[in-house]
Nanobody, 117 residues
Framework: QVQLVESGGGLVQPGGSLRLSCAASGFTFSRHAMSWYRQAPGKERELVAT????????NHADSVKGRFTISRDNAKNTVFLQMNSLKPEDTAVYYC??????????WGQGTQVTVSS
């Protein structure tokens, strides 16, 4: 079955960095685009970044451009989110997502990121 397992979250001070990982299994990872989303308390889940199957095209939300970078390692079935210059407003649960056959969405369990001094 499809599994997405996020890791790398934690507590970090403003201006700090974290690198999130999402390990995928149960599908042919190298054939599918991957995305990172986040959900802050009391807010809707929002798209943070997307990367194509080959990693040759990436998109980031305006709120994280220049600070976050999505990447992937198809040999390790893993997608990453490098987060630099973190701000308190980046505090959220971060999820990775894959859509299979253009209709079935799968989510990981999420990893908490807290930016606070």
């Amino acid at each position: 079955q499809v599994q997405l397992v996020e890791s790398g979250g934690g507590l970090v001070q403003p201006g700090g960095s974290l690198r999130l990982s999402c390990a995928a299994s149960g599908f042919t990872f190298s054939r599918h685009a991957m995305s990172w989303y986040r959900q802050a308390p009391g807010k809707e889940r929002e798209l943070v970044a997307t990367i194509t199957s080959a990693g040759d095209s990436i998109n980031h939300a305006d709120s994280v451009k220049g600070r976050f970078t999505i990447s992937r390692d198809n040999a390790k079935n893993t997608v990453f989110l490098q987060m630099n210059s973190l701000k308190p407003e980046d505090t959220a649960v971060y999820y990775c997502k894959v859509v299979l056959f253009l209709r079935y969405s799968y989510w990981g369990q999420g990893t908490q990121v807290t930016v606070s001094s």
